[in-house]
């Protein structure tokens, strides 16, 4: 079985800062992994997927994510913060198979200092 | 670009009444979802839907839910008798496969009183 753990309820960071949001999942077979943002009263907007080709995949916004097996981890990063960044964020796994369903982490929330 | 699109926005309901929420997944998609969150809380999974018929169900989905693809464009989730405990947020999202990601809809916030 799947699942995600994210690290870190509420993370606040200082505009300009890196933001660090951390991902760690378990899964049986090799799986696909996605990070999803949600803005106030907003749906979810998926900004990155990891599906088994680069290990380092690049996102909207500026976001990017590291698949890293050995610590089955795949935590999102940006370089440097925006007032824009402050939002929900949720990791989710998935094994991969077509139509299987979405594991989603507890979500990050992401509080940005002026 | 192409949107999952969820009516009504909000809806608000006494305990025990029936609601359905609709849905329009994007158009080329084959696999169709609903989650929900309660607020605070994370995003559940409760039901997705392939091929006319339902592929996966969580322990949520109990016999109270439902869900229908009645024409070639809706896709709707259906509460019998609504529990106060059922006031969430439910998405659609739609999929031309797991590989893509989903494409979530905005959400209907549902509100049992």
């Given amino acids: 079985a799947q699942s995600v753990t994210q690290l870190g309820s509420h993370v606040s ?13 378990s899964s049986s077979v090799p799986p696909y992994l996605f990070w999803y943002v949600q803005y106030p009263n907003q749906g979810l907007q998926l900004l990155l997927k990891y599906t088994s080709a680069a290990t380092l995949v690049k996102g909207i916004n500026g976001f990017e994510a590291e698949f890293k097996k050995s ?12 007032m824009s960044d402050a939002a929900e964020y949720f990791c989710a796994v998935s094994e991969g198979h077509t139509g299987n369903q979405f594991y989603f982490g507890t979500g990050t929330s992401l509080t940005v200092i002026p | 670009e192409p949107e999952v699109t969820q009516t009504p926005s909000h809806q608000v309901t006494q305990m ?3 609601v359905i929420l609709r849905c329009v997944p994007i158009s080329n998609h084959l696999y169709f979802y609903w989650y929900r969150q309660i607020l605070g809380q994370k995003v559940e999974f409760l039901v997705s839907f392939y091929n006319n018929e339902i592929s996966e169900k969580s322990e949520i989905f109990d016999d109270q839910f439902s869900v229908e693809r009645p024409d ?5 989730l259906k509460i019998r008798s609504t529990k106060l405990e059922d006031s969430a947020m439910y998405f659609c999202a739609s999929s031309p496969g797991v590989a893509y990601g989903y494409t979530f809809g905005s959400g209907t916030r549902l509100t049992v009183v």
């Fill in chain 1, 13 to 25: 960071v200082s505009e300009g800062a890196l933001v660090l949001l951390r991902c760690n999942y």
């Fill in chain 1, 71 to 82: 610590e089955t981890s795949f935590h999102l990063t940006k370089p440097s913060a925006h």
């Fill in chain 2, 72 to 76: 070639g464009s809706n896709f709707t």
């Fill in chain 2, 16 to 18: 025990g009444q029936e």
